[in-house]
């Protein structure tokens, strides 16, 4: 499904107000929706998604097969939390800062999905996320994060220090500004 009037409306208008947080003029595309989550399906475990905005990750996981309940939304936002409530009942919804995530042990993350505007975050910020996000990722676990920058989002020190990889996975045209999408995981011993 493609973005409505109403969700690139309120994207707009949510970016009046917040700029540098929601970093975008409107929702992802289909397209970029597809390239982000094009490798994760209901055997993947549960599935974290930060900065879900109007779902349209959400929606494309829902598509390979991800249950609701499989899936656990971290938006700031409260006017997007409140979208998301209503549209997915039966995934958790944390409405928060996803720095600052703290999730059962009983839940196997088996990958995560980010819309976070990282370039627009400060490092000690980026850093936090990182910390949050890998410390509640299975082995083999992979973080799917898109930019609209000229490289991966995240400095190589900062990934040093984390102990991750990062690869290119695609590069998405069709969206709005074109972007391209890395795969973020733990390095080999
Ligand atoms: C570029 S928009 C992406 C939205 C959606 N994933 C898409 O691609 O259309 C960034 C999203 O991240 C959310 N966000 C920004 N900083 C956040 C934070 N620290 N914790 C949780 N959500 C955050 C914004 O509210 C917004 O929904």
């Known amino acids: 499904m493609t973005n409505t009037a109403s969700d690139t409306l309120l994207f707009l208008r949510s970016w009046l107000t ?38 349209i990750f959400t929606r494309a ?3 390979n097969g991800v249950r609701q309940d499989q899936l656990v939304l971290v938006e700031r936002n409260p006017a997007f939390a409140a979208l998301l409530r209503g549209r997915f009942p039966q995934a958790t919804l944390i409405e928060g800062d996803a720095q ?15 819309g976070l505007p990282l370039l627009s975050m400060p490092r000690q910020t ?6 949050a996000v890998f410390q509640h ?31 290119f996975l695609r590069w998405v045209p069709l969206n709005l500004p074109p972007a391209s999408v890395y ?3 733990r390095r080999k011993r």
């Open 137 to 167: 990722l299975g082995d083999g676990g992979s973080l799917f994060q898109f930019t609209y920058g000229p490289r991966c989002p995240v400095p190589s020190a900062l990934l040093d220090a984390h102990g991750l990889e990062a690869s």
């Open 126 to 131: 980026v850093h936090g996320i990182l910390d």
């Open 61 to 63: 996981l829902l598509r």
């Open 18 to 55: 917040k700029p540098l947080e929601v970093a975008a003029i409107a929702p992802s595309s289909t397209r970029l929706a597809a390239a982000m989550t094009c490798e994760i399906d209901r055997y993947t475990g549960d599935v974290l998604e930060l900065g879900p905005g109007t779902g």
């Open 183 to 185: 795969r973020l995981s």
């Open 100 to 114: 600052h995530l703290r999730l059962s042990p009983a839940r196997k993350i088996g990958a995560a999905v980010s």
